[in-house]
């Protein structure tokens, strides 16, 4: 059973940072790709940034280069979204979602990935 679990989110002021840890588990970690998404209310889901597998290769989303940072942990099986410089439309519900099959060029897209961690909140108060 793979799980997917959210922490690290909060209330911050805008300017200020958070880092968000996905934690997996029930599958080799080397060998799953995990990705960030957020969903603000009355709005879609949509992608945010993502790690491969090889961990050669990030992407991000337009909106958050420069500002936000994936990582992953082998040791802790773990994924990490670092998030600085947040502004107010940084505000949503974040999840990680995971894929053992999905390529660099697929990441944005979230039907692409077969697991989903139950999201956390991140509010961003200006």
């Known amino acids: 059973q793979v799980q997917l679990v959210e922490s690290g989110g909060g209330l911050v002021q805008a300017g200020g940072s958070l880092t968000l840890s996905c934690v997996v588990s029930g599958r080799t970690f080397s060998n799953f790709a995990v990705a960030w998404f957020r969903q603000a209310p009355g709005k879609q889901r949509e992608f945010v940034a993502g790690i491969p597998r090889s961990s050669s290769g990030r992407i991000y989303a337009d909106s958050v280069k420069g500002r936000f940072t994936i990582s992953r942990d082998s040791a802790k099986k773990t994924v990490a979204l670092q998030m600085n410089s947040l502004n107010p439309e940084d505000t949503a519900v974040y999840y990680c979602?995971?894929?053992?099959?999905?390529?660099?060029?697929?990441?944005?897209?979230?039907?692409?990935?077969?697991?989903w961690g139950q999201g956390t909140q991140v509010t961003v108060s200006s």
């Open positions: 979602a995971g894929s053992g099959t999905i390529i660099l060029s697929s990441m944005r897209n979230d039907a692409q990935y077969s697991y």
